[in-house]
């Protein structure tokens, strides 16, 4: 449609539908026609609102949230776990805490145990070369005069007034205790018997009388001026092993495995030598645990037992003062 015919005036749309208001002023002159063109141009219209719109809900969209970082915590799930993910049970917690502690707990238990098998199994080894690995019992007729002892042993000191000040403590908790010097050290010896293990399960037993206690395998040395002295440490030696095992055992409550005639063979015979001075303490030595053993018998008083294993200590001192 050519621009001259169309219409000039004011366009309004309501409602959707357009309307026109013509200019009654209109000049139709041909020479406004370029006027015509340029009212047309500059003409514009009114949109009002539609009441189909006017009351319509525009939703628009939230903005997105920050995610929250995850915090984990005992009992309690994710700030930002879904619905259908259950926290941790309160029941599984203490069973897991249960189990960490209850192995905490347990290794220490272990660690303590063991440590204390250790220093009750722990042996010493021995002062002289003779190795403590043999479990027999001593030998009586070695050569030179040499006296092989299981021993239970109190402490070991630098000085024999430090052993003194130990061996006056267990004595009053009716325990004997002889110091013995070996080497450069004072040793302080509760008792004797048969074997190593017989030596362990006896410090064991002494370890009730509330003193510390170790077991030992020592040889002692004693020097001889005849053969006839010779003869007669043998058949000491063999008497003290005797009264050493029978003494050891009675206090263990079990039995002894000692020949009673071969023993009492041996004293009649030591009885009837002429001895010499240091060997007839010696022989007194063992003659008196021999009795305080017998008065066990009829009393049944263990500290008969242990003043016997007294005696046998004193004998072993003797028969150290008398090693060349």
Do not use: H
């Amino acid at each position: 449609m050519d621009k001259s015919e169309k219409s000039k005036g004011i366009k309004i749309k309501i409602n959707g539908e357009e309307k026109v208001f013509a200019d009654k002023n209109k000049n139709v002159d041909q020479e406004a026609a370029g006027e015509e063109q340029e009212q047309t141009d500059d003409s514009f219209e009114w949109i009002l609102p539609d009441d189909s719109i006017e009351n319509k809900v525009v939703l628009v969209p939230a903005p997105k949230k920050k995610k929250m970082p995850k915090l984990i915590g005992f009992g309690t799930g994710t700030l930002n776990s879904p619905a259908d993910k259950r926290p941790i049970k309160p029941f599984l917690i203490a069973v897991i805490c249960a189990v960490f502690f209850g192995s905490i707990l347990g290794l220490i238990a272990v660690k303590t145990i063991t440590k204390e098998k250790a220093a009750d199994t722990s042996v010493e080894t021995s002062i002289t070369t003779a190795s403590p690995a043999e479990d027999t019992k001593p030998e009586t007729m070695e050569q030179g005069a040499q006296l092989k002892t299981f021993l239970v042993q109190g402490g070991v000191f630098s000085s024999e007034d430090a052993a003194k000040q130990i061996q006056k403590k267990i004595i009053e908790k009716q325990v004997p205790a002889e110091i013995f010097k070996l080497e450069d050290s004072y040793y302080l010896f509760l008792g004797s018997a048969e074997s190593l293990t017989a030596s362990k399960e006896l410090a064991l037993f002494l370890k009730s009388y509330d003193v510390d206690v170790y077991w030992k395998e020592i040889n002692f040395e004693a020097a001889s001026k005849s053969q006839k002295d010779e003869e007669t440490l043998d058949t000491m030696k063999a008497v003290y092993s005797s009264l050493a095992e029978t003494s050891a055992t009675k206090l263990r409550g079990k039995e002894t495995t000692v020949n009673e005639e071969t023993l009492k063979k041996n004293m009649e015979k030591l009885k009837g030598e002429n001895l010499s001075s240091d060997l007839s303490q010696m022989n007194n030595n063992l003659s008196a645990a021999a009795k305080l053993i017998t008065e066990y018998e009829t009393s049944k008083k263990e500290e008969y037992l242990l003043q016997a294993q007294g005696s046998l200590l004193d004998f072993l001192l003797n028969y150290q003062k008398i090693a060349g």
